[in-house]
């Protein structure tokens, strides 16, 4: 039996596996995008992604009825004019400033979990100069090629209104072909061209030709992915609502089940809200709310027994209350900020601390006297499988302490946000079709471990309980804090604004005050 004819455009360049790093050095290479640095071929879900997260769901669902009508340009007109529409639907009158936030805290994360091993390998060997050469917008693709790639970035570039603040839904010029050819050619002026050029795709050719040697990179959704360690930046923080890469059916899904999850979402909170805290466990099972609970829970505080100091990581708004709901009884979140509108309608208790060490330690002898307090020292919350800095201040206030580590379990839309309505959160959460929560609490620290009664800094206390819950979950403890997060997400310290309008707020756990 004859061997099936190679993929166009591998007759005239061999197939990237030919390639042998130790023919001879090289030391630059230009490259394509999607399809050769990335697994797949589409674009597609990137441009979702940013008509869902800076535009809305009404532009979201516009651009997905657009889909049939994309591909049948890009098969039977070209490339250029599926970009032009794709660009037109997903950028038109949006603000430059939200679109660079995606770009900033959203795409990352699905860029990165699709890059392809083996052209990566070949991409990263050259050192010297690493330029990737895409149809994409600069605008999308620019913080991910620069920050997790090391290299230049070359992509579509769109034009502006008002003042530059805003996309019109044109574009400059449309970077395929002849035009991919002439950029490789002005980023190199000096007349010696890439050692090495890699494409996907017959549009790539041109510039591929300019290049001292190139390599085409067959078509191979499965083809393995590049580690997370191997790539030169890590995804720690991240944000957006959508927990999959958008592929055409996952964005048909998470937009048709919306209005369906939102309802379902509703009568989660306020079903389970009628029900008494030591049973909250058992219906949540019966609402399609998963809840492990592990280790032994710290007994119930009684008259000369005062309650524990709950110290725990923060994975979402909801955790105090989850907490709660584990326990079967209520408990008093902690935090240093809370509106009045979040302490009313709060199916637990919520206190604000005011900084000062010696009142707040009042403050907080007198909470535990009446039952368990709940605090997550990390200060917001963090996606991955990592935590960050412990704050110390809790390690000061009572040595009975008992860690608690917590993982949600998140299959469709994410329970938190950097950007986004923080109101909105918990909804989110109880928005996915089967949510879950596991709780495991850990022994209570014994007396030697502890500021008091064993004379240990608060420092060496936080850094103690952060990585007995690393260890028992499988995370990284990192240094990393509140204002690092909210400096790569938001473009801010993340400084809690003082107002009590409801949705307008910055901290993470106000959002958590309204629903169980």
Known sequence: MAAPPPPPGCARFPPVHRYDASARPRRTAAADLDGTLLASSSAFPYYFLVALEAGSYLRALALLLAAPLLLLLYTAVSEAAAIALLVLVTFAGLRVRDVEAVARGVLPRHYAAGVRADTWAVFRGCDARRVVVTASPAVMVGEFVREFLGAEVAGTELETCAGGTRFTGRIKAVLVGERKREVVQRLFAGGDMPDVGLGDRESDHDFMAICKEAYMVPPDRRAPRAGADSLLSRAIFHDGRLVRRPDPAQALFALAYLPLGFLLALFRVFF??????????????????RLAVRGTPPPPPRPGAPGSLLVCNHRTALDPIIISVALGRPVTCVTYS??????????????????????????????????????CPEGTTCREPALLRFSAL?????????????????GTYYGSTARGWKWLDPYFFYMNPRPGYEVTFLPPLRPEETCGAGGRSAVDVANHVQRLIAKE?????????RKDKYMKLAGNDGTVRKTNKAGSRDDDDAAAKKVA
Request: charged share 25%; glycine share 4%; with cysteine.
């Open 272 to 289: 389970n809200l009628m029900i008494p805290a030591r049973l909250v466990r058992h219906t949540y099972r019966l609402t399609g709310i």
């Open 338 to 375: 809370v509106s009045r509108l979040s302490t009313a309608v709060s199916p637990i208790r919520a206190v604000a601390l005011t900084r000062d060490r010696r009142a707040d330690a009042a403050r907080m002898a007198a909470l535990l006297a009446e039952g368990d307090v709940v605090v």
């Open 394 to 410: 809790f390690a000061e206030l009572t040595d009975r302490v008992v860690p608690v580590a917590l993982e949600a379990r998140q």
């Open 473 to 481: 979950l499988g995370f990284e403890c990192t240094a990393l804090t």
